[in-house]
């Protein structure tokens, strides 16, 4: 299909459908690789430049806490924005607002501001947010049969830049050595221009835009069935559907807690190894496996979403995470045990997003999905936050083992909901249905 000469609400062919939808996931994939570049570095680091500059331990965990309050602040400005003007400006948007957290970053590191470096990371939290939203984009055009593949590969497609990334914290360090600058901020420099790049190329490429073409495609199908025009659809109108949607609530629950989880014992897991004597590059290793953990097997997560069903894959993954936190909380002083942990504890936060969110998305009428998927995506950013926050104190109270304890807690309510929900109709699409 031309991009030129697409106009948004022209009826379209399944092959044409089926096309542009190829286009977008490829593109989104793209961006994806070039934008997540140095996001595992900068977790990796983040903490390390919080404690240089803070001296102080419980103050070291804020630095991943506010790329999780950033990541919450702009999730609903950026899922409104591509409510009323499409995905590009979203993500683009996004991107760009994250390039400008790291030179922030850079700036308050060279002037030992810790309350700017607070600031800049808050910033780094918007292209979070749009690596996050990136995944409903890949849902506007997809089938029910394929929703949960085709989701899940815009989330591996993280895989290549975030398992890369922590492992050129040695070289970018060097390469920032040589510029003049501190050697943690090579990492921030390579997540920069990460960011910047990953804006460029969905401000470029992503055309037509998915949600544009989706939602005008609905209206028009509304028209011909002389239905009456939907008004618009705020906030309020999409958490009020959240909540008489048993589904809709379960997978909103589901993607909080499992994000939750995830945040709380790998906040601290650098500053844990660093007071063990691990070495920059064990910590980058552990941060870069754990990553892999999250993306590498998101395509077989999908396509399991897609056969078993939605929630069979969540629950899965709660049990995932919850034999995540055991292995890393008795590991002691094994960095191979404490790895481990974080490689399951990566694999359950996989098996959670990537099954709820398909859930989400089939769980409400489109005009409802976006602000829907932007309150889940601040939900869950806003719950992380906070564990984050509180994480650094936990573990100076109750060590690495507590730790993990607090964590796998916030899997309970999904277990819960679930099994209240069971009286309930609770979509669980399968491959084989017909």
């Given amino acids: 299909m031309s991009t030129r000469t697409h106009r948004y609400g022209d009826p379209l062919s399944t092959a044409a459908r089926t096309r542009l939808q190829r286009r977008t996931v490829l593109v989104l994939m793209l961006a994806q690789v070039v ?62 607002l994250g390039a400008l957290g790291g030179a922030v970053v850079v ?7 810790f309350a700017l470096l607070l600031v800049g990371m808050l910033l780094v939290g918007a292209g979070t947010a749009t690596n996050l939203q990136a995944r409903h984009a890949a849902a506007d055009l997809a089938t029910e049969r394929s929703r949960g593949r085709e989701l899940s590969v815009v989330v591996w497609a993280t895989t290549a830049g ?22 943690l901020l090579g990492p921030v420099l390579l997540t920069t221009a990460g960011f910047l790049g ?34 618009r659809v705020g906030l309020v109108d999409a958490l009020r559907a959240i909540g008489r949607t048993p589904a809709a609530l379960l ?42 953990g999250m993306y590498g097997l998101s395509p077989l997560v999908g396509w399991l979403a897609d056969r078993w069903g939605r929630t069979p894959v969540l629950l899965t993954g709660q049990v995932i995470l919850l034999v995540a936190a055991a292995v ?58 906070a564990a984050a926050a509180s994480s650094g104190v936990v573990l100076a109270t109750v060590g690495f083992g507590g730790l993990n304890l607090f964590a796998a807690l916030f899997t309970v309510p999904v277990f819960v909901l679930a099994l209240r929900a069971r009286g309930n109709h609770i979509p669980t699409f399968t491959g084989n249905a017909r």
């Fill in 35 to 96: 934008g997540s570049l140095g996001m595992g570095a900068m977790l990796a680091v983040g903490a390390l430049i919080a404690l240089e500059l803070s001296g102080s331990d419980a103050w070291s965990g804020m630095a991943t806490t506010m790329i999780t309050l950033g990541a919450a602040v702009f999730a609903l400005p950026l899922a409104s924005l591509a409510a009323r003007s499409g995905r590009r400006p979203g993500l683009s948007l996004g991107w760009f």
């Fill in 328 to 385: 890393a909380g008795t590991a002691g002083h094994s960095e191979a045990l404490v790895t481990t942990g974080l490689v399951l504890l990566g694999l359950g936060w996989s098996f959670g997003l990537v099954s709820a969110s398909a859930l989400l998305a089939e769980s409400l009428p489109a005009e409802v999905r976006p602000r829907a998927q932007g309150f889940s995506d601040l939900a869950m950013n806003l719950g992380a936050a």
């Fill in 251 to 292: 997978a909103v629950v589901g993607v909080v807690a499992s994000h939750t989880t995830m945040v709380s014992v790998m906040t601290m897991t650098p500053v844990h190894l660093t007071h063990h004597g691990a070495e920059l590059t064990v910590i980058g290793l552990t941060i870069s496996l754990h990553i892999a």
């Fill in 107 to 113: 700036a308050a590191t060279l002037l030992d501001l």
């Fill in 162 to 183: 975030s398992v890369v990334g922590p492992n050129l914290i040695g070289p970018t360090g060097g390469l920032a050595v040589l510029l003049g600058l501190p050697d």
């Fill in 198 to 231: 990953g804006g460029v190329l969905i401000a470029v490429l992503l055309r037509p835009d998915p949600l544009l073409t989706a939602t005008a495609e609905a209206a028009r199908i509304d028209a011909d069935q002389g239905r009456v025009p939907r008004g």
